[in-house]
């Protein structure tokens, strides 16, 4: 029997326009404790995907379900159960690395204590100890990203949605992100992960979620996609090609 | 585009955007309000001219009004972050894009600072201290303004940011001497040979430095403050975005709002607290507080005083309303879990209180007064209610304002 999912989208269609929509009855769910990669070419709506789960736009249609709530029935829980790592880094141009720790600390309740250890131990796994005391205006886009990341993890919510989380990391930053994403999802958190880099995903995730143009055009784990696109024992990044060659 | 066309149209661009709020800022009411004082102003400094008192320190007075307005330069020049990749192969050229900069960054503020000599002017006269005419003064202020603008032109150059500042303090030091050697000169050609000598330094001294040709970096750093300063001033009339101000790190001040209570309620308040230190807003706050320390000193002996005292609370108030818009359109805001309504909570409760402390500041000078056996206790007494009525009724209009704005919104 499954659990409740924590995160539920349904017959999502949305957009910046109301007579132009750019996603098309979306649905998918999220379990607890499942990483998931959300994949697509540029522009088939993974961004907008996660902008609605965020509450950034309203669907024209269907609705968003995190934690079994939508953010009209409770937008306070709601945003609390969830917190994300946009593609670009926003930053407080004045705040510290820590100050930004602190204040993600505080506003997702996170106690005192546990804030002062989660944020010791992510700086030393970022390897952002040395800056921790920066202004964020002085740092590099990788380190901005290291921040946004860290942010998320010091508020450990049920769900992390990342987009793009690889771009401007260093080799040792994107392999701290994926063994601590791992961690996160042992200890029962549920991640939804978009990214183009499909090789590194492939031997991380449990599903994944193939957008074309709006839509979902597939769906499910690596052996459930290929064959999905007829191409069983075939690795991620040709399955992906298969299926959006096919949706043109 | 040639570039100085291009230059033209970027600040047609920018000013577009600001002329259609110029009929809501003169319908505010703080608008009316500055009129109102601006007419008070000119009826007591008509009866002050006419009873000066002869000990009036003339001199120092003149120095403290023009030598800020003096030293301080500064330029809008348009410069996009783009620029550093399509116009950074035209930097040679750029000459003819930073021209009109230059020369618009001199003329304003030289207007601005002979309104205020002239204001003042009839002040020297009534003292007997106007050694040399007017026109000579004014000739003297064009001369340190260019001489300032260009000094800070040069400093926008300097490659380090050591340097920058340690040629900032010596350009305030060497206008401010020079302007101070032509108030209180004793024979006009000395004054004169020790400012061109002075000049003859300053100027070589600031072709030590080694300089960018065009420091696109420290360009797009001023401009995006410079605009993000028009931008706030508008916003103390009518509801504009404010992000882009200049963030200084004043590291003297990074354990303010640490102490703010742990709960997720007070969460706004820290990220608050912490963009406030760190603001120019907070530098403007400390300027005001002085100033208006000690034109409440010069005045306090009199109902002037109390006016004088009520119409900085009120500057200062409204100047600090400019953090009702800090963060308001970041979209970092939406990415936390701050509830709606905290925010204008937070900053309201934050604004009320520190007035409140900056009015028991600014009553010091008056309370000195009266300790001192100048002023009446009683007048101090009640300018210090006055002042707490005026932050509590700022206080419930702005609540009231605000409130009906998030309600609309």
């Not at chain 1, 998931?36 to 540029?42: C, D, H, S, T």
């Not at chain 1, 506003?107 to 920066?134: H, I, P, T």
Request: hydrophobic letters at 50%.
């Amino acid at each position: 029997m499954s659990e409740t999912p924590v995160l539920q989208v349904e017959e999502l269609s949305g957009g910046y326009s109301l007579g132009r929509p750019v996603l098309h009855d979306v649905e998918f769910e999220v379990q607890p404790g499942e990483m998931v990669g959300l994949i697509g070419l540029n522009g088939a709506g993974k961004s907008t995907t996660m902008k609605h789960i965020l509450g950034l736009m309203t669907p024209h249609r269907g609705g968003v379900v995190v934690q079994g709530k939508t953010r009209d029935e409770s937008p306070e829980a709601y945003q609390s159960s969830l917190a994300f790592v946009p593609e670009s880094p926003l930053l407080y141009e004045e705040l510290t690395v820590r100050e930004h720790l602190e204040f993600a600390a505080r506003a997702y309740n996170v106690g005192q204590s546990d804030y002062l250890q989660r944020s010791e131990r992510l700086l030393k796994l970022f390897n952002m100890e040395e800056k921790a005391d920066s202004l964020s205006m002085h740092l590099s886009k990788g380190m901005k990203q290291k921040v946004m990341i860290m942010c998320a993890f010091v508020a450990r919510p049920p769900l992390y949605i990342i987009d793009e989380p690889f771009l401007g990391l260093d080799p040792l930053g994107i392999r701290s992100l994926l063994d601590f994403m791992l961690e996160m999802k042992q200890s029962g958190s549920s991640i939804l992960l978009s990214s183009h880099i499909l090789s590194t995903i492939e031997n991380y995730c449990d599903r994944f979620i193939v957008l074309h143009q709006g839509k979902v055009i597939a769906q499910g784990t690596l052996h459930q996609i290929a064959q999905q696109a007829n191409m069983p024992g075939a690795s991620l990044e040709n399955i992906f090609y298969s299926l959006v060659k096919d949706g043109e | 585009m040639e570039l100085k066309a291009l230059r033209s149209q970027r600040k047609s661009s920018f000013w577009g955007q600001i002329i259609p709020y110029l009929p809501y800022v003169m319908q505010s009411g703080v608008a009316v309000v500055l009129l109102l004082l601006f007419i008070v102003f000119s009826a007591w400094y008509t009866s002050f001219l006419k009873a000066m008192p002869p000990d009036l320190p003339v001199q120092w007075i003149l120095l403290i009004l023009l030598g800020p307005l003096t030293v301080y330069s500064g330029f809008r020049t348009y410069i996009q972050p783009a620029d550093v990749i399509f116009l950074l192969p035209q930097e040679t050229k750029m000459k003819e894009y930073f021209s009109p900069v230059y020369f618009s960054g001199v003329i304003y503020k030289l207007l601005a600072l002979y309104f205020v000599t002239l204001t003042a002017w009839p002040m020297v006269v009534r003292s007997g201290e106007a050694a040399l005419p007017l026109w000579a003064m004014l000739v003297i202020l064009l001369a340190l303004k260019s001489l300032s603008a260009y000094g800070a032109w040069q400093e926008l150059r300097i490659t380090t940011s050591r340097a920058r500042t340690g040629y900032r303090l010596l350009r305030w030091c060497f206008i401010l001497l020079m302007l101070a050697a032509w108030i209180w000169q004793l024979a006009w050609w000395k004054s004169l040979l020790f400012m061109l000598l002075l000049s003859v330094n300053y100027i070589l001294a600031l072709r030590f430095p080694m300089k960018h040709t065009v420091a696109w970096e420290n360009l797009i750093a001023s401009e995006r403050s410079g605009a993000a300063r028009a931008l706030m001033i508008l916003g103390w009339f009518v509801e504009v975005p404010a992000e882009g101000q200049k963030v200084i790190r004043r590291r003297w001040l990074s354990l303010a709002g640490n102490r703010t209570p742990w709960r997720r309620s007070t969460a706004y308040r820290y990220l608050l607290i912490k963009t406030f230190v760190r603001s120019e807003l907070l530098g403007i706050i400390v300027r005001l507080a002085l100033l208006g320390m000690l034109l409440i000193y010069w005045t306090g002996h009199s109902w002037m005083g109390i006016a004088v005292y009520i119409f900085f609370i009120f500057i200062t108030g409204t100047q600090l309303t400019a953090l009702r818009f800090v963060h308001r359109d970041s979209p970092a805001a939406s990415y936390y879990p701050i509830m709606p309504g905290i925010r204008m909570k937070e900053v309201l409760r934050f604004i009320s209180r520190l007035l409140f402390v900056l009015t028991f500041i600014l009553w010091l000078p008056l309370l000195f007064i009266s300790v001192a056996g100048r002023g009446d206790w009683l007048l101090s007494s009640a300018g210090l209610a006055a002042g707490l009525l005026l932050v509590l009724i700022l206080r419930l209009a702005w609540s009231k304002k605000w409130s009906a704005i998030e309600n609309e919104d």
